[in-house]
């Protein structure tokens, strides 16, 4: 954490748990070929309250180099194949949890992200979208992959166990959690998710934490510096 003085770590620590919040999901949305949901699965960290869901609020990207890992996981993509960090290597990657039965935040977000990509034209093959669902047991790799190809055809929907979904989320300090089903049905659960943005850069370094609100050109931009 060379260069950073104690303050700024406690800032930035404050900023982590601020844009790492989640955001309670109606389940009504859920896919019709949902697989039956577990009990209730907690990864402890930043968490959001629902009044905050989709309200615009003021913010920046935040420098995060020193802060937290670099990038580093283990999970299974489409075609039910392992993708790892390496994968990734010499891109800049732009990395949101999610699920892909949420109403509202998730797909604003992709959405966003996209125009990101696309803003940058032929450097577009140079930036990887990574969605991580914190739904594995309704999020099948098939149901990810139609899901994050729907806002741009070179997004990767990752999934995986439930352990391998927690050691990630906590690596990074985000905050999850599935609760028990509220009705006789399996699939009529709800779920609460981090809402922020990771961007890497092509070695895999953390370099800027960003609100799902923030601007798509405050997103390019940082993108664009990481680029060179």
Do not use: W
């Not at 950073?4 to 800032?11: K, R, T, V």
């Not at 999970?75 to 039965?101: C, D, M, Q, W």
């Not at 977000?109 to 125009?115: C, E, G, R, V």
């Not at 450097?123 to 139609?146: G, K, W």
């Amino acid at each position: 954490m060379s260069g950073f003085s104690i303050p700024a770590a406690l800032a930035l620590g404050t900023v982590i748990a601020a844009l790492a919040q989640p955001v309670l999901a109606s389940p009504a949305a859920a896919t019709p070929d949902a697989i039956p949901a577990p009990g209730a699965v907690a990864v402890q960290g930043a968490t959001d309250t629902p009044s905050t869901a989709g309200k615009a609020t003021t913010t920046s990207i935040h420098r995060i180099r020193g802060f937290l890992p670099d990038l580093r996981f283990s999970l299974i993509g489409p075609n039910g194949k392992t993708v790892t960090h390496e994968t990734l290597r010499n891109k800049v990657v732009l990395l949101f949890f999610g699920y892909a039965s949420c109403p509202d935040i998730c797909p604003t977000t992709m959405a966003q992200l996209s125009m990101v990509v696309e803003s940058l034209g032929d450097r577009a093959d140079e930036v990887q979208i990574v969605f991580i669902s914190v739904d594995p047991h309704r999020d099948t790799p098939e149901i990810l992959n139609a899901y994050v190809s729907a806002f741009n055809d070179h997004a990767i929907g990752l999934t995986g166990s439930e352990k391998q979904i927690a050691d990630v989320a906590r690596r990074y300090r985000v905050a999850y959690q599935i609760e028990a089903p509220a009705t006789d049905d399996p699939d009529d659960y709800e779920v609460t998710h981090a809402r922020g943005v990771y961007i890497f850069d092509q070695k895999g370094r953390a370099r800027f934490l960003a609100s799902d609100s923030e601007s798509m050109e405050s997103l390019a931009q940082s993108v664009r510096e990481l680029l060179g």
